[in-house]
């Protein structure tokens, strides 16, 4: 059975240690959420993967990561200052503001290409409430970024906003990477990096927050190059999430339409998946054409073109630009992996996520704690497949220390908890290796169950795999 709700999800994240609300022991604050030890370690692993696939493996990918804080400016001549808005509504009564296409779509109502006008039109029309029952204002425009002050004074020249999206940060360094490294156009800048949004309405666990990490790349090309990178971008997006294990009739390319595209696009697709609340998106693509380099030479007066080195004409590059949420890309994998089947008569619920994105590559555990012979030897073997050394049979792990010590219950127990987590392999010491030196090793999939050596017990490419 796969067909998880967002509650069973939310239930697993925090009895398991993968994602906690934020700030939760002062009633929280929405749209913020801590990720716990094996949420961490997910995270990790697919950002590991992200930056292998887009920026390690590739000539023409340069890796950065650029400030949180940057001069006010940058912002003003992206457009994020004069455009980075959402559509909002207030309740008279309690002050309260909600997105106005939420509640439209709430209420079966399609916000797509509306204006403002058309939004206010369609409320009344409809003659929508407030969620708590109350008349609402005129929709307004609301900017959607966190404003502060950088250094002791509190005036104008002093603000400074978090950003809003990790791709500014990448424009800005153009120039840089440019006359460091002399690249051949087409090349990219890849990043990984937090973002922050204020979300009026934060909603769906963690698919939208006010706090979220992003990973992007921007994809600096000739003009006339752009529709078949674009293309190609779109392609290697979706083969980036096949290979995370999502399933590819979940997955949905959608074109945007010119009303509904941000403000320096010229077109956008978005892949959209089938979350557990419905098909929402999960990646962006854009071609944001020569707008932000532009609009940076012509804000700062540094110059943006490109010489190429065959002494052609000099031009601005523009912009292809693929983006993921890392948030929903976790969410996503979750989803997919979360099962409900039956073992022997009983309803078990187990995540099968990919064993290279598993927190937790192996559990290891005596069958009895109370028998220190059979905790000593597993101890022994724990600790050689916990820290490999280079006297060990066989390749090293690729990732170390993804190896637990599991002695709490019973195995039936242990088993079962090692499955809600997504643990591959389970080994156990028992009577018999303390004849024989083999170990059991359960599979989390099938369940079965094989005996093999402890000098058989290999470490490749990130998780455990077996010689009989």
Not at 164 to 176: C, H
């Amino acid at each position: 059975m796969s067909n998880v709700s967002l509650e069973d999800i939310v239930s697993l994240c925090k009895r398991r240690g993968f994602i906690y609300q934020g700030s939760e022991i002062y009633g929280g604050l929405a749209g913020t959420w801590d990720y716990g030890p094996l949420g961490v370690a997910l995270k990790r692993n697919i950002t590991r993967e992200w930056w292998k696939f887009f920026v390690e493996d590739r000539d023409d990918m340069y890796g950065i990561d650029a400030a949180i804080l940057m001069n006010q400016n940058v912002w003003k001549a992206s457009g994020h200052v004069g455009g980075f808005h959402d559509p909002l509504v207030e309740d008279l009564k309690t002050k309260k503001r909600y997105r106005a296409d939420h509640l439209l779509e709430e209420n079966g109502v399609s916000p797509v290409g509306m204006t403002l006008e058309q939004m206010d039109f369609a409320i009344r029309e409809h003659k929508l409430k407030s969620p708590e029952g109350n008349g609402l204002g005129e929709v307004r425009q609301f900017n959607m970024m966190f404003k502060t002050h950088v250094g002791a004074t509190a005036d104008e020249a002093s603000v400074s906003y978090l950003r809003p999206e990790t791709a500014q940060g990448m424009f800005v360094n153009f120039r840089n990477v440019v006359d460091s490294f002399y690249p051949d156009v087409p090349f990219g800048m890849g990043q990984i990096g937090k973002a922050f949004r204020n979300e009026i309405a934060p909603r769906d666990f963690v698919f939208r927050v006010r706090e979220l990490e992003q990973m992007e790349i921007e994809y600096f090309v000739h003009p006339e190059q752009w529709q078949e990178k674009f293309e190609y971008w779109l392609g290697q997006q979706k083969q980036f999430l096949l290979s995370l294990g999502l399933p590819e009739e979940k997955i949905h390319q959608v074109e945007i339409p010119a009303e509904d595209r941000a403000h320096y696009s010229k077109r956008s697709v978005d892949t959209e998946f089938d979350f557990p609340f419905g098909q929402k998106e999960l990646t962006g693509l854009a071609y944001r054409t020569d707008y932000d380099l532009m609009r940076h030479q012509e804000a700062s007066g540094k110059s943006m073109e490109y010489r190429p080195k065959d002494g052609s004409a000099p031009f601005v590059p523009h912009c292809v630009e693929p983006t993921f949420g890392l948030d929903r890309l976790i969410l996503a994998v979750i989803s997919t992996s979360y099962i409900v089947d039956e073992l022997n008569g009983e309803k078990r619920t187990v995540l099968k996520l990919p064993a290279r994105l598993a927190p937790v590559k192996c559990a290891v555990s005596p069958l009895l704690k109370n028998k220190p012979e059979l905790v000593a030897k597993a101890r022994e073997v724990y600790r050689m497949l916990k820290n490999p050394t280079a006297d060990m049979p066989g390749p090293q792990m690729l990732y170390q220390g993804a190896v637990v010590w599991d002695d709490n219950g019973n195995v039936g127990k242990r088993y079962r908890r090692q499955d809600e987590i997504g643990t591959p392999q389970c080994i156990t010491i028992d009577f018999q290796t303390l004849e024989d030196d083999t170990v059991t090793i359960r599979d989390r999939d099938t369940a079965k169950q094989t005996r093999v050596s402890i000098d058989n017990l290999k470490r490749m490419s990130g998780f455990i795999a077996w010689e009989k």
